[in-house]
């Protein structure tokens, strides 16, 4: 005999496949390094579909996968440490789908947004204090900020269901957060008061993301109706449609625009559309190129004059201005949703399985990890 299954318990099997199948699904939506942004590479923030926000010392995952891999070789599919967060909280009811930091100091709050149709804030600094370890799951931490999206009315005074926030924006010098929200309009958020200052609407379908142009006073967003928006703050108005499709020509169906980036400049804007990217000279007002991409492009960001983009393939794509791809970099998660950039140049990609990948400037893995969940 093999084995004895006299004592062979179903059920604590069944519980034990489930809960790993549920880790292999969960994904993260956002990553954020947390202010003040020294070399040492400290936070990371972490935004999950669990609806948790979870902070990891990217210093002491490297010293583990260093510890694991001590020639500095990383396999993405065996080499996937479980790390321990510095601090870990439920934030959301839903997944949490974007994190923001209101400020670049310690007195920066952290802000999120999620499926709930809320934006919440707290203090970063009392996060990142010992006294809010990932053993007590953050039940004590209260956020600062609490609002929700406002409900529609219908016949006979029923309510809508509070549509979720997929994406968040701040302006610290006007006091305000921008949310693009389910109902296909983006709000205005009072950061200390918590009540809205502005509805912007003209959209026919929901929001899938939001940028702030403080420069102009202007926000643009785009939508799952195929075109991105800029929008004036003052007037709440609507200064100018982009529709991708059109303007570029795109065969095959393009039916959404799911990101949207600004350079530091904020004189350039990318603009993805499937796969596709497109960039616009702003004060131009003219499409100057269009890069097509293998797959569906979930997030990207300007590294100078540079696009970094990453999507539903694990794949770091680094273009030039012009389209002509510099280089591919295999990344840990099959389909990665998010991808940040310190100033000091790593990169950090988060998508699904949970899973984090912290690449250097130079291209090599620093560290992969797989976040804790709920």
């Not at 203090?123 to 990932?134: D, I, P, V």
């Not at 007037?235 to 100018?240: L, Q, S, V």
């Not at 269009?290 to 770091?316: E, R």
Request: charged share 20%.
């Amino acid at each position: 005999m093999c084995g004895d299954a006299t004592s062979w318990d179903e059920n604590a099997y069944r519980e034990i496949v489930l809960k790993e199948r549920d880790i292999q699904t969960r994904t993260v939506f956002r990553t954020a390094w947390a202010p003040p942004y020294t070399p040492d590479l400290d936070t990371l923030l972490v935004a999950s579909s669990d609806g948790s926000i979870a902070s990891y010392s990217i210093s002491s995952s490297i010293a583990a996968s260093k510890l694991k891999n001590p020639f500095g070789f990383v396999d993405a599919d065996t080499d996937k440490l479980l790390a321990e967060p510095n601090c870990f909280f439920q934030a959301h009811d839903g997944p949490a789908y974007d994190v923001k930091f209101y400020g670049d100091c310690e007195d920066a709050l952290l802000l999120s947004c999620g499926d709930d149709g809320r934006i919440r804030g707290w203090r970063w600094k009392e996060l990142s204090s010992s006294n809010y370890s990932a053993s007590s799951l953050g039940n004590g931490i209260k956020p600062v900020l609490d609002a929700a999206n406002p409900q529609h009315k219908g016949p006979w005074g029923a309510l809508s269901p509070i549509p979720e926030n997929n994406a968040i924006a701040v302006n610290t010098r006007g006091g305000s957060v921008f949310a693009a929200s389910g109902d296909s309009c983006a709000y205005c958020w009072d950061v200390e008061t918590g009540k809205v200052k502005m509805v912007f609407k003209g959209h026919l379908d929901y929001l899938h993301c939001i940028v702030a142009r403080n420069s102009s006073n202007q926000i643009i967003t785009g939508s799952e109706d195929g075109t991105a928006r800029i929008w004036d703050c003052k007037t709440g108005k609507c200064t100018r449609v982009i529709d991708p499709a059109k303007d570029l020509k795109f065969r095959g169906s393009v039916s959404w625009v799911g990101c949207v980036a600004l350079d530091a400049s904020e004189s350039w804007l990318a603009c993805s559309s499937g796969r596709n990217v497109s960039l616009w000279n702003l004060p131009a007002s003219e499409c100057v190129s269009k890069i097509p991409t293998h797959a569906c492009v979930q997030d990207m960001l300007f590294d100078n004059n540079q696009i970094l983009t990453v999507g539903a393939d694990p794949l770091l794509n680094r273009f030039d201005m012009n389209g002509m791809i510099l280089s591919q970099i295999q990344c840990a998660p099959p389909s990665a949703f998010s991808i940040s950039l310190h100033p000091a140049g790593v990169m950090a990609v988060g998508g699904y399985g949970c899973l984090v990948d912290v690449i250097s400037q130079y291209g090599s893995h620093m560290c992969t990890f797989r976040c804790q969940c709920v």
